[in-house]
């Protein structure tokens, strides 16, 4: 439990720092949750034309599991490789190197979308160029997400490609 703890606990000093309204509004959760589904079928699409098939690591569980754990992924990828790296290399690339702005993002985004692509060897899965290539380019295309909509609808696009991709590998 203590990753999703610790998701929770950053989310939680997120909010506080920011000063945000402690409202909730159904209405809002529901089109975020239909834009993020709709934001997840440009990834879908680069999934196809990377490769016909690119291999879950299942770990043995069943398509329950599977679920869960891509929408816990798409969760803690994104708070990790967008909301905290951008964050830390933001202050690095403009606070403290004082880069152009539009210089900063652009490599912000290539580096978050470049490790975030390398984070998914860490386990016993072998490098593949053609995997590499697309886990690149999606973390690209979440970079811009995050930057032009925020964590909420990254987080919640990139769920829903990990839950869409579980859906077409079970029912084929």
Known sequence: ???????????????????????????????????SLLMGFPVILMSFLTAHYLPLATGGAGWQGLIVLSLGAGIYEELVFRLILFTLLSLLLLDILKL????????????????????????NETFQTRS?????????????????????????????????????????
Do not use: Q
Request: one cysteine or more.
């Open 132 to 172: 590499f290539i697309f886990r690149t380019l999606a973390g690209i295309y979440f970079g811009v997400v995050f930057l032009v909509r925020g964590f909420g609808i990254t987080a919640g696009c990139h769920a829903a490609y990990d839950v869409m991709i579980v859906a077409w590998t079970t029912l084929s």
């Open 1 to 35: 439990y203590l990753p999703a703890l610790a998701v929770v606990g950053v989310l939680l000093t997120w909010h506080i720092a920011r000063n945000d309204p402690w409202t909730f509004r159904g209405r809002t959760l529901l089109m975020m949750g239909a834009e």
């Open 100 to 123: 152009p702005k539009i210089l900063s993002m652009i490599l912000i985004v290539l580096a978050s979308a470049i490790l975030f692509s390398l984070y998914h060897y860490l386990g």
